[in-house]
């Protein structure tokens, strides 16, 4: 489980950067909205539980919890991962076709962007350390707390964008093989969980995975590629909008 919360955060990372350029060479005529909001999660505590000899058997809960995961219409996540030396924080909610998230993303050395997707467009946010990484105009660069709405050409790439993509991917870490032939338990962020691990140790990466609903509450990386993603609403309307007109900055 060496890759699991990097996989999903790195593409992140890449459609950010690629819908910035998208978003500098074009703009198109800001739409009426309301203002959006976004919900960071709380990465919590874990405590360790007592033993359960009526444990499930590990390749059990990771079938149950992929396949609920999958089936979610929507969900959130956010926490922090470490790619080739460097730290990046997202804070994730969307649905699973891709067609409304409201992401948040800081690259160290990259800058911080957010990415507002919905069916009639994309809207990003994001500091003068990303805008110049992208090249963009100097009145971009100087945006402050304004949107930028990416062309119509930028909402065939939302789809990677999409709360399946990730799942997807970071499942596609995980293996029945890799994993310890024992479930252990504990409580994170106040739900009791089941936790599975890499042989290794859990130092190698780690799921969790609540027990009242088999539902993904965290994953984590591993000691080479560092990383913790928690997750919450599951199937939940996050109440995702476009931003108001006056926070719209044309830059054509």
């Known amino acids: 489980?060496?890759?699991?919360?990097?996989?999903?955060?790195?593409?992140?990372?890449?459609?950010?950067?690629?819908?910035?350029?998208?978003?500098?060479?074009?703009?198109?005529?800001?739409?009426?909205?309301?203002?959006?909001?976004?919900?960071?999660?709380?990465t919590g505590t874990s405590a360790p539980a007592t033993s359960d000899s009526a444990a499930p058997k590990p390749a059990d809960v990771l079938e149950k919890a992929k396949t609920n995961a999958l089936a979610a219409t929507s969900a959130a996540f956010v926490g922090e991962v470490e790619q080739a030396g460097k730290k990046v924080s997202i804070d994730f909610k969307g649905t699973s076709d891709g067609k409304?998230?409201?992401?948040?993303?800081?690259?160290?050395?990259?800058?911080?962007?957010?990415?507002?997707?919905?069916?009639?467009?994309?809207?990003?946010?994001?500091?003068?350390?990303f805008w110049k990484k992208q090249g963009a105009p100097a009145s971009v660069q100087k945006a402050g707390d304004k949107f930028i709405k990416a062309p119509a050409s930028a909402s065939s790439m939302t789809?990677?964008?999409?709360?399946?993509s990730f799942l997807e991917k970071a499942f596609g870490a995980v293996t029945p093989s890799q994993l310890t032939p024992t479930v252990s338990e504990e409580t994170v962020n106040g739900t009791d969980c089941w936790v599975l691990t890499d042989k290794?140790?859990?130092?190698?990466?780690?799921?969790?995975?609540?027990?009242?609903?088999?539902?993904?509450?965290?994953?984590?990386?591993?000691?080479?590629?560092?990383?913790?993603?928690?997750?919450?609403?599951?199937?939940?309307?996050?109440?995702?909008?476009?931003?108001?007109?006056?926070?719209?900055?044309?830059?054509?």
Request: hydrophobic share 35%; net charge positive; glycine share 10%.
């Open 200 to 252: 290794k140790g859990k130092s190698e990466g780690a799921l969790y995975v609540s027990k009242d609903k088999n539902e993904v509450v965290r994953f984590t990386g591993s000691t080479k590629s560092p990383g913790q993603l928690d997750f919450s609403k599951w199937g939940e309307d996050l109440g995702i909008k476009a931003p108001a007109a006056n926070q719209i900055m044309s830059i054509g």
């Open 100 to 129: 409304t998230s409201d992401i948040t993303i800081a690259m160290q050395d990259s800058g911080k962007a957010r990415l507002i997707t919905l069916p009639d467009g994309v809207y990003i946010q994001a500091d003068a350390t």
């Open 1 to 42: 489980m060496k890759t699991m919360t990097t996989r999903a955060v790195a593409l992140a990372g890449a459609l950010a950067i690629s819908l910035g350029a998208a978003a500098c060479s074009k703009s198109d005529t800001p739409a009426t909205g309301s203002t959006g909001s976004s919900t960071a999660g709380s």
């Open 159 to 164: 789809e990677s964008l999409s709360l399946k």
